[in-house]
């Protein structure tokens, strides 16, 4: 038997997780999770309800135990986003905790309150390593959310991976405050720790009073957290110090800027180290715990993955490639959704990220940027330009609209909406709710601007390179 999670099957007498004043410990978890699986068995799919919660973290791992496909939903979800994901994944029930409010399509589904108390026998065997695991939603360029099925074997893979980079243990404490339902969160972040048999504090934000009361010794978080905490841990020199006790600071979903690496080594003595990854791929490189790591790079191939550059078309800049990734932790595909699946992969099977990096003289991987503007990261999420322009044209007042990702030193990216208003231009904060009714607030523009007309070329498309940043 090939169990996901070895520590549920012996249960070491440590906490698993802690989640503000709740926490479990391995043998409490094993119980709990043993009782949900059994009434979890045989599902085609559950959905979780994925507010950042002791709950969320013990429904997933009910569902893996149980070998039932988890779709960790954002609770945040617009209802366009929320209708559409249902429809797709076709949920057999949700997982959530007890006495939240669920939004209405939801609240239609048979309901399972997860209860922490509960205690049941595991289930004795395991689905294959190749079964479905979990599908992840995640923004396209154009049209709704894809989601991605990624097997026991790609997670599996993937943390075993990390573990030899940054040579977690279960005597790690990993502390965090990411959402549990994207990958970074959720694969490295919850289930990273419970496959190690080592604990997880999830400590809601990355605050630095937080993070220094928590005694974490490896701590993850997307470049904005750190920005944000660069800057507490300035004006506050215990809490830098308490916080460089940690082993390693880990940065990813986007680019770490060198002045934020600069300001968290000057406070806390610690080099961030940057891993890359996307949910179709998990984590394909990673800066390692022995090595110095180099700002601007995002580390080594992790084991078992295989990550290649291909030229450009056209371009004869030395070494700049598309970066190409095969391997045990590349997902299986969209669901219900055959030819994006097809589309993702190179004809001789690689799949293929939209990121354009070069190898370092050293060896590691320096990204460049990505191929498609329509694709916006801020505040480490994904966000396809084309699904908030389509929302925003619901809205009477705009006429034609273009979004893009501006440089922004907090979010990376921030979301600018140029409009052409139809007739009187509306307000710019009622577009803003328009926009994050329909989709989730991260997905809101943080500014608009009206404009008269949208440069466009020859064939009426809009250029966006000629839009002022
Ligand atoms: C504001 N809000 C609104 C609103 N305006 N809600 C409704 N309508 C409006 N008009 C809400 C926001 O939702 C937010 O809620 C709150 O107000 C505060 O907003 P904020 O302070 O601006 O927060 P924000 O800057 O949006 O958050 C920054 C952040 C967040 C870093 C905390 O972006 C974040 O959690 N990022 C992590 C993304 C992530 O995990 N990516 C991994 C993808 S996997 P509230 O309650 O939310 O604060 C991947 C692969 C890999 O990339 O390599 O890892
Ligand atoms: P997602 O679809 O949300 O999983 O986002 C995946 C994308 O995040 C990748 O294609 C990269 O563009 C970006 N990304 C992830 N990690 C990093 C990193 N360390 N540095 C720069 N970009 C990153």
Known sequence: MSALFPALLDPPNRVALRFGAAELTYAQLAGAAGALAAQLRGRTRVAVYATPSIHTALAVTSALVAGVPAVPLNPKLGERELGHVLADAA????????????????????????DLAATGALPTDEPPLTAPALVVYTSGTTGPPKGAVLSRRAVAANLDGLAEAWEWTADDLLAHGLPLFHVHGL???????????????????????????SGATLVFGVPTQYHRLA??????????????????????????????????????????????GLTETLILTAATAAEEPEPGTVGRPVTGTEVRLTPLPGDDSEGLGAVEVRGPSVFDGYLNRPEATAAAFTAD??????????????????????????????????????????ALLEHDGVAEVAVIGAPDDDLGERIVAFVVPAGEPPQERELIDHVAALLAPHKRPREVRFTESLPRNDMGKVQKAKLPR
Do not use: C, M
């Not at 419970?194 to 990355?206: C, V």
């Not at 690689?350 to 694709?375: E, H, K, N, P």
């Open 187 to 213: 694969v490295l972040g919850v289930l990273g720790p419970l496959r190690r048999g080592g604990t997880l504090h999830h400590i809601g934000a990355l605050d630095a009073t937080t993070l220094a009361a």
């Open 231 to 276: 800057a507490q841990l300035e004006a506050d020199a215990a809490a830098a110090a308490a916080v460089g006790r940690a082993r390693l600071l880990v940065s990813g979903s986007a680019a770490l800027t060198a002045v934020d690496h600069a300001r968290i080594r000057a406070t806390t003595g610690l080099a961030v180290r940057e891993r890359y």
């Open 91 to 114: 949920p057999e029930l949700v997982l959530a905790a007890p006495g939240v409010e669920l939004p209405g399509p939801l609240a239609a589904l048979p309901r399972i309150d997860v």
């Open 349 to 390: 099977g690689w799949f293929a990220t939209g990121d354009i990096g070069r190898w370092t003289a050293s060896g590691t991987l320096a990204l460049v940027g990505r191929s498609a503007t329509d694709l916006i990261k801020s505040g480490g999420y994904k966000i396809g330009a084309g699904e908030i322009e389509n």
